[in-house]
């Protein structure tokens, strides 16, 4: 019932975000369209007060474009705000001599934004909202990931369904399909951002394959080779045999096994069996290989690795070994002699039979144990995942699963396979194919860390970079302290290929391993000259062939600070201007990943730190907890929240997805129990709201519609109180130009007291946003808006505002004038607190004010409110003595008879504890009686004998209160009886489930 509208404003957003991207030439050239020119105009100015029902999608159309076509999200040119070229009507006035640059974490170009970039947005977007409004001169700098893997992945997976693979269409073909899929994909990605509200730099967006940034790249490999720093060696990688590549840590899963498991694996027509230990015999022998009667017994989960063994270890100290210290085993399928070696790092005699096999080309651990022994071990397991090993042809080219099969059906006819047991292990998954990871011995490209690490760890240690929340700098160093070399290659087609060139006919053999030449250069042509120097050659005579690898994603996402600006041009002016930044804010699982790789290659690259803070936010979870995932059907698309979705929507894209038939009915079942209504439009401004709401410093943030809904009627609760405020202000000739804070001198007690209220607001906010504290700036102004303005101000001015003026006397007409003149400042300055984080509605209902066009055309031409402007407002004995009354209100109200029976609830008396809430209840009767709604309130002597007061009279409840104060509320006749029988049985109910809770 949702898809219809949101159609409409996805397709006008996203001739928005194509027209914007054509400023700088990226999408379409053609620069502002005549529909974005209009958006100048846009939204037309509304005449007269507020109208109508707060909807979000009708507060958020048009605005983003005019926005856009105004520049507001463009930096300050010349020392002049871009956004106006009359700078006299600059309300933010000229940046300082500070700038605010801020980098948004290039999302990957497959098309979907999820709820961890919803939150991103949300907290840079205030920021950046914040610093603008305080006239800082702030550049948010847009951007996207090419993702390499993952963009790889869905391409191939779109050729599958038409029966074709990237190497039947070779890799020029593949490429451009890509590039095609790219075009058609990257539009989306803006439209969301779009629709969140960013107040992005749109003409300065960056794309990680564009032929500039990848200039960048190329370069930066050139110089860290060039420094020693890059080198080619034979390790053990992570390999994906259905990628056919190596990948990084961050794109392993683990899953926990325990027993037998049957797992379905790509490539497999069935499933395999994981967590089982198998038990096969090595016949022990002398050297010259003649066998005796004793066999060791070996355990191992992969038997199609035996096929790769190279050697048996036993420990030192094990006593039912000592005599076998320096012999040989047979290899159960080639028969070829194996030595026993002895390895105190390697072998557990407590664990199995205290025997284990040495596969060093297929297992870290054994990999480590044979450089430590010199021994060789060669890779049995191609890269699809194919056994090799032509020396043993009965399961040479034979998947590797099934090759674990047919090698113990072969161990048990040799009388060597002894048994199988359940075993509990962790398997590593392939995150993008689902695929179970190979470690695999072959060639790639490594970066040494090491030293660039140290500099990483001595900025933090020397303060010159924060990490916020600063417990993450435990983390920071845990890693950092214990960096290996980075595999920067990867065997994939999409991406940056490695500017690196085999030199042909320079091939030779050192210690049994084939060592090639490999030269690196900017392009092939200084390739060439570089090996021609080496070999003292004719530059024409040498023959190269470039490494068909790109480099890891990761690799050129850690260069984004830099290369996104000019790098290496460090002359160009947005390098010059912009480098380097001042924050960088994303999730907490990618410090390591990223954040610490901008920081170690900007150092080395730039002589200088990319930014001088890290703010970390947690994961985005459901409601309980759990990490979501589409699998269980917890995933929330933040368009969803936006615009709204029915279940039947939800539920036919479970349909159209991937997942197993398993998985989409478990996901189904989720959904039709969490949302059977499906979700109901709440607008960008709650999506936004709730975040900032809930993200503390580095904590994860467990989120269900509840939020989200709260933060809708939060949304209402403002619209309907500039419903209010704006039917009186139009008209008003004196309102007409805005009020200014320091000609503003109140008198009544709610005025002095709101206006306090109102400075206390703006300081927490600032200090709030100033320390990175989100939910103390929400709770800042909510409670302003929520507690006290609407709740507690807006209801005492009502009666006043409505006074007839005829009928009024000159000194009501004097309170009148000056409570509309109070209410002006609040909604004015209220909506300046709220605009960072709610650009929408704070724009939509400023835009109704009827002095914004004699002030500013936009709220964000508009300073954010600042202590020092409002501290004359503070104002601790009004506010001491409106919290009194407050607290008296609150204790009457909160009496649950009255909820259950008005008419019970007439007479409230009260008790001052001294003089002088005594003289302040006695001078504000009228206030007690319009907020607490008691038709008749009591000013009692404290010196009455004990025997008249209303706690010892018949009727009388007693009710609390923290104000120094008795409050008794009196309850009459048949109703008293009737209310308090109710009363108790609702209280013995709700400590029921109180306990019921507890016990759980």
């Known amino acids: 019932m949702y898809v219809a509208k949101r159609i409409s404003l996805q397709s006008s957003l996203l001739l928005e975000c194509n027209t914007f991207a054509g400023l700088r030439g990226y999408g379409v050239t053609s620069g502002v369209s005549k529909c974005a020119a209009k958006a100048k105009s846009l939204p037309t100015k509304p005449k007269g007060p507020l109208t109508g029902g707060y909807n979000p999608d009708d507060v958020q159309v048009g605005l983003y474009s005019w926005w856009l076509t105004n520049n507001y999200f463009r930096p300050a040119l010349q020392g002049k705000p871009a956004n106006l070229l009359d700078t006299s009507n600059v309300c933010a006035g000229t940046h300082k001599d500070t700038k605010f640059v801020m980098m948004l974490p290039p999302p990957n170009v497959t098309g979907i934004l999820h709820m961890g970039h919803a939150l991103t947005v949300s907290i840079q977007d205030t920021l950046a909202r914040w610093h603008r409004m305080q006239g800082i001169e702030t550049m948010w700098l847009p951007g996207y990931d090419h993702a390499g893997i993952a963009t790889q992945t869905v391409v191939e997976n779109q050729l599958k369904e038409k029966g074709l693979t990237r190497h039947m269409l070779g890799r020029t073909a593949f490429t451009k399909a890509v590039w095609k899929w790219k075009g058609e994909k990257v539009d989306s990605i803006y439209e969301q951002f779009c629709e969140l509200g960013c107040s992005l730099d749109w003409s300065r967006k960056v794309f990680t394959m564009d032929s500039g940034f990848s200039s960048a790249v190329t370069e930066a490999f050139v110089q860290l080779y060039d420094k020693g720093l890059i080198t080619r060696r034979k390790r053990l990688v992570n390999w994906c045999c259905t990628l056919r590549s190596a990948i990084s840590d961050i794109e392993v899963d683990s899953m926990q096994v325990d027993g037998p498991t049957r797992i379905k694996v790509p490539g497999y027509n069935e499933p395999v069996t994981f967590g089982v230990l198998h038990k096969c015999a090595f016949q022990v022998a002398n050297s010259e290989g003649e066998t005796s009667c004793m066999r060791l017994s070996v355990a191992t989960t992969r038997p199609e690795t035996i096929l790769g063994d190279v050697a048996v270890a036993v420990h030192s100290q094990d006593k039912r070994y000592e005599h076998l210290h320096g012999g040989y085993v047979l290899h159960p399928l080639s028969s070829q002699l194996l030595p026993i070696i002895i390895d105190d790092e390697l072998v557990d005699p407590s664990f199995g039979t205290g025997v284990v096999k040495i596969t060093p080309a297929h297992d870290e651990n054994d990999f480590a144990a044979a450089k430590r022994h010199g021994l060789h071990g060669k890779s049995i397991i191609d890269e699809s995942g194919l056994i090799d090993c032509p020396t043993a042809p009965n399961f040479h080219k034979m998947p590797r ?82 960096i290996q070399d980075w595999c920067i290659s990867r065997q994939l087609w999409w991406g940056h290929q490695i500017p690196a060139y085999k030199v042909q006919g320079m091939n030779s053999v050192v210690n049994g391993e084939l060592s090639e030449m490999w030269v690196v250069g900017r392009n092939e042509g200084e390739a060439r000259e570089r090996a021609a120097k080496q070999l003292s050659k004719d530059p024409a005579s040498i023959d190269l062939v470039q490494d068909e690898d790109v480099l890891d994603t990761w690799f050129s996402s850690g260069l984004f600070p830099f290369a996104s600006l000019g790098w290496p041009n460090t002359d160009a002016e947005d390098f010059k201007q912009y480098y380097p930044g001042n924050i960088i804010e994303t999730g907490n699982d990618i410090l390591f990943f990223w954040v610490a790789r901008m920081v170690m290659l900007g150092q080395e690259l730039t002589d200088t730190l990319p930014f001088r803070q890290v703010y970390l936010h947690g994961m985005v979870r459901d409601g309980t907890g759990k990490k979501m995932s589409k699998s269980l059907g917890n995933v929330i698309d933040p368009m969803d929240v936006i615009h709204g979705i029915d279940l039947a929507t939800m539920q036919q894209r479970l349909d159209e997805s991937n997942l197993s038939d398993k998985e989409k009915n478990r996901a189904k079942g989720w959904q039709k129990k969490q949302y059977p209504n499906g979700i109901m439009p709440c607008g960008a401004d709650a999506l936004r709201l709730t975040f900032i709401a809930s993200s503390g410093q580095g904590k994860d943030l467990n989120l269900d519609m509840t939020k989200f809904l709260n933060s809708k009627a939060f949304c209402n609760k403002i619209w309907n109180a500039l419903k209010f405020a704006t039917a009186h202000f139009h008209g008003n000739a004196d309102l007409s130009h805005g009020i200014d804070s320091e000609s503003l001198k109140p008198t009544a007690l709610q005025d002095k007291w709101i206006l306090n209220r109102l400075a206390v607001a703006i300081q927490k906010s600032n200090k709030s946003l100033r320390d990175f504290n989100f939910p103390g700036y929400y709770d800042a102004f909510h409670d302003f808006w929520l507690d006290d303005l609407c709740d507690v101000y807006i209801e005492l001015a009502k009666p006043i505002l409505l006074r007839d003026k005829e009928n009024s006397t000159p000194l009501q007409l004097a309170e009148k004038e000056m409570t509309l003149k109070t209410l002006h400042m609040c909604i004015e300055t209220g909506l300046l607190l709220l605009a960072p984080v709610m650009p929408y509605i704070s724009e939509h209902l400023y835009q109704h004010l009827p002095w914004s066009n004699t002030k500013c055309t936009s709220i964000f031409e508009n300073r954010f409110p600042e202590e020092s402007n409002f501290e004359h407002y503070y104002n601790t004995k009004a506010d001491e003595s409106m919290s009194w009354l407050i607290e008296v209100c609150k204790a009457i109200r ?61 009727g009388f409840i007693t009710c609390v209160c923290p104000a120094p104060c008795h409050v008794f509320l009196r309850v009459e006749g048949e109703v008293q009886r009737i209310e308090v029988e109710r009363e108790i049985i609702r209280l013995q109910k709700k400590s029921y489930k109180q306990r019921r809770i507890w016990e759980r």
Not at 432 to 443: A, H, N, Q
Not at 469 to 482: F, S, V, Y
Not at 928 to 933: A, E, G, N, Q
Request: aromatic letters at 6%; proline letters at 4%; hydrophobic letters at 35%.
């Open 401 to 482: 699963f099934e090759a674990r099969n047919m090698i113990i059906e072969y161990l048990k006819e040799k009388d060597l396979y002894m048994g199988a047991s359940d075993h509990n292990m962790v398997l590593s998954i392939c995150s993008r194919s689902g695929d179970v990871i190979e470690p695999r011995f072959c060639s790639q490209w490594y970066l040494d860390c090491k030293d660039m690490s140290k500099k990483a760890l001595e900025a933090v240690h020397e303060k010159r970079l924060e990490i916020i929340p600063t417990h993450m700098e435990r983390d920071w160093r845990r890693w950092l302290e214990n």
């Open 894 to 954: 909160s009496i649950p008879l009255r909820q259950l029976n008005p008419k019970a609830n007439s007479y409230a008396h009260i008790v001052p504890k001294n003089a002088q809430i005594e003289e302040c209840l006695r001078a504000n009767l009228d206030v007690i009686k319009l907020l607490s709604r008691a038709k008749h309130v009591r000013i009692e002597n404290e010196s009455v004998n004990d025997m008249e007061k209303p706690s010892m009279s018949h």
